[in-house]
């Protein structure tokens, strides 16, 4: 019983610092802009049509969904990145991505919505 107590008490001692550690690092799918929601539609269908194919938007849901077409090291992605208003003003845009096959040499969700969100960027959202 003491051993098990002990044990538990080392694992958890171990792992805390890591637990916070996590909750301090930015969410890499979501960035918060200062523009109006209407506005960030607008220069974000802009910015992944630059880049992507669109394959569905909604003004009313603030909602792009659009694909990564295949590539020599990806199978391809299908993604979205929808927009909400931010507290204290301003707009939070997520990207979420789901791979399409099972080839990927290095692709990643994190990768891909730094890419989105800096076509987002280079158009003029801040």
């Known amino acids: ?9 080392l694992v958890a001692l171990r792992t805390l610092p890591a637990l916070a ?6 969410d890499p799918l979501r960035r918060v802009y200062t ?3 209407d506005a960030a539609f607008l220069i974000m269908g802009r910015a ?14 603030c909602l792009v969904a659009f694909e990564k077409k ?3 090291f990806s199978s391809g992605n299908d993604a979205t990145a929808t927009c909400e208003p931010a507290e204290g003003g301003g707009t ?4 979420k991505t ?8 290095g692709a990643n969700e994190r990768g891909f919505a730094k890419d989105v ?8 959202l801040k």
């Open 21 to 26: 550690r996590d909750e301090d690092k930015p």
């Open 117 to 124: 969100f800096t076509e987002i960027e280079k158009a003029g």
């Open 92 to 95: 939070v845009i997520r990207i």
């Open 1 to 9: 019983m003491r051993m098990s107590v002990l044990l538990f008490t």
């Open 98 to 105: 789901r791979q399409k096959g099972a080839l990927s040499l």
């Open 70 to 72: 295949e590539s020599l």
């Open 48 to 61: 992944i049509a630059s880049k992507w194919v669109i394959t569905h938007t909604d003004k009313d849901l």
């Open 35 to 37: 523009a109006a929601p």
